[in-house]
Each structure stands twice: as structure tokens, then as C-alpha cells.
């Protein structure tokens, strides 16, 4: 079957002879992806599978370091299963990029994703269909082959350049969104953090003439309530500036029950 596109599609012979209105599109897009990743502060490792490499027109290759370079991605060439594996944000991403779908041979192409989806927690099979006769072609092998939706996520896409623009995209916003969970997580450390020392000072300051100078410092020095309270009145004072009366009330309070239990007149 002739595979190639013509004018109207992209392919891999046609790459570099396009018109200077497809050229400028694709520069723009470098340019406002590249604008996009760089607003979030992003930027990541693509790693490309060497066989993969040699079925791909140069110029097509030329492409994707172009682009990538663009967008501050570091380009490896490396022998691995998966056509692509993305790290973006310390999350991986695994592609396979079908560019060329030849109706009469998809079994490879199936066989392929089955093995690779069991290896990968999140992968992607972005596939090239400029054609109807290969769409139908598509649709009928999917369900033919026991394809679950989903599971992997497929990606038609009807050139080279947009699969890879999809690819790319697809990666930066798993690890945005990585980031974005890690942000999260850490806020709300934070915030366990503040209410566990405002507890803490409630209860330090809670003693008798021991005010919020005296209970940062024996959070620095001695540390939490249960070690403050296993002091002695001689470790108090090695590690502090309290004074020789704070440091025996601090004791005595931590350590005698009619002391603490005992009413209080503020």
C-alpha cells in the first residue's frame, strides 16, 4: 500500500519541502509551547528508543530536537521498549508513536501495546491516520483485538507533527499536575506543622510565668512536651536562658499531678 501523503497531509519524504505557511506554524507552536512549559517552570528529559530513530525521515527527527529544545527538554537516544519515555517533574511517561499504519500488518502494533501496558503505570499509544481506509482500518483492529478503553489511552492524531505536539503536552501536564499534588501535600504539611506549634505553645505557656520567648526555646533546646517534661531542672537550665525559678515551675508542673491538677487563679 502507498503510504505517503499528499499535499494536503503531511509525511515523512514531504517533511522538509512543506510551504513557508506550514513552516511558520510550526514555529509558532515551538515558540508558544516553549512560552507555555517555561511560564510554569517546567522542563524535563525525553528519551527516544534508537530503532525507533531509524525508521523516521531526518528531518522529521530534526523536528522533535528542535522542538524539544525549544521547550528546555534534554533529547537521549537510548534502546528501550517504549518509543518515548518522558520525565517530567520526576513523573515518567512511556509513548508508543505509530507513524506509518499499515492496514494489512496491525498485529505487531497490538501485541506490542499489550506487552508494554503491563509495564508502564501511565502509557500512551499516539497513532498517525491521515486517511479514512486507515481510520476505519483502526476502529475495526481496536475492538478486534480486545482493546479496553482507556487502558492504555489511545491518541489518533492526523500528522507527525501534532502527534508529537500531542505527546509532548500530554507529559507536561502529568508532571504539572505531579507538582501540583507535591504543593498541595506540602501546604498541608505546613499547616499540620503551625497547628502542632501553636498547640504546643498553649500547652508550654500554659505554666505558670512561662511566656512564648521561654517556650521557643525549650522547643529548640529540649524539644517536645514529653521531653520537656522528662528534664530535669539542671538540663533546663544547661540548654536555656530560663531562669533558676522557671526551670524548677517548669519542672514541678510537668512532673506533679496536685501541682498541674491543682485550681489556678489567673
Known sequence: ??????????????????????????????????????????????????????????????????????????????PIAPDFIFNCGGLSVAFIFVTNWECNNVAPIFNRVKKLKMQFARFYVVITLPAKEQIDSFIQSYFKFGMVIGKPTFVPVQDLEMGFEKMVKIAHSSGVYKQEKIGEKLKA??????????????????IPGIDNHDANALSQAIGSVQAIAKASKEQILENTDLSTDKAEMISRFLRDPKFYLRPKIH
Not at 194 to 201: A, D, E, K, P, T
Open 189 to 206: 504539611e505546613r499547616k499540620q506543622l503551625v497547628q502542632g506549634m501553636n498547640f504546643y505553645l498553649k500547652v508550654v505557656t500554659s
Open 1 to 78: 500500500m502507498d503510504m505517503s501523503i499528499r499535499d494536503s497531509t503531511p509525511s515523512h519524504a514531504t517533511f522538509s519541502e512543506r510551504s513557508g505557511l506550514r513552516l511558520l506554524s510550526i514555529l509558532a507552536k515551538i515558540v508558544w509551547f516553549g512560552s507555555y512549559s517555561k511560564g510554569f517552570g517546567t522542563a524535563g528529559v525525553c528519551l527516544m528508543r534508537n530503532a525507533w530513530k531509524g525508521d523516521q525521515h531526518p528531518s522529521f527527527i530534526n523536528f522533535i530536537s528542535t522542538f524539544l529544545s525549544a521547550n528546555s527538554f534534554r533529547l537521549n537516544f537510548v
